[in-house]
């Protein structure tokens, strides 16, 4: 059913956050040692990256950097928004506000 499982960096108290994803988009996780389910369509996350920046480039190309998605736990009343960057070959989460 699922494709792959990464292990990413979890918050500050550095638990290990495990995700799966289903045609590379997170799918469910493990964070804050909570299991989490991803409600919704997952948003991609575009960046340019840095070497684009310059004044003769007038249309640089972005790059996926990670998925900003909802996720909601059986074991917590509220959703989370998460975005979820990939950097190399690991991934980080960190919460994002609403």
């Avoid at 990464?6 to 299991?35: C, E, N």
């Avoid at 991803?38 to 340019?48: D, M, Q, S």
């Amino acid at each position: 059913m699922f494709e792959r499982i990464s292990v990413i960096d979890g918050p500050a108290s550095g638990d290990p956050v495990v995700v799966w994803t289903d045609a590379d988009r997170p799918v469910r996780l493990v964070y804050k040692r909570a299991r989490w389910r991803v409600e919704g369509e997952p948003v991609p996350l575009r960046e340019i990256p840095e070497q684009m920046f310059h004044p003769l480039i007038t249309h640089p190309l972005e790059r996926a950097a990670g998925w900003r998605c909802t996720v909601r736990s059986a074991d917590h009343p509220n959703a989370l928004v998460l975005a979820l960057r990939r950097e190399g070959s690991v991934w980080r989460a960190e919460e994002i506000l609403r």
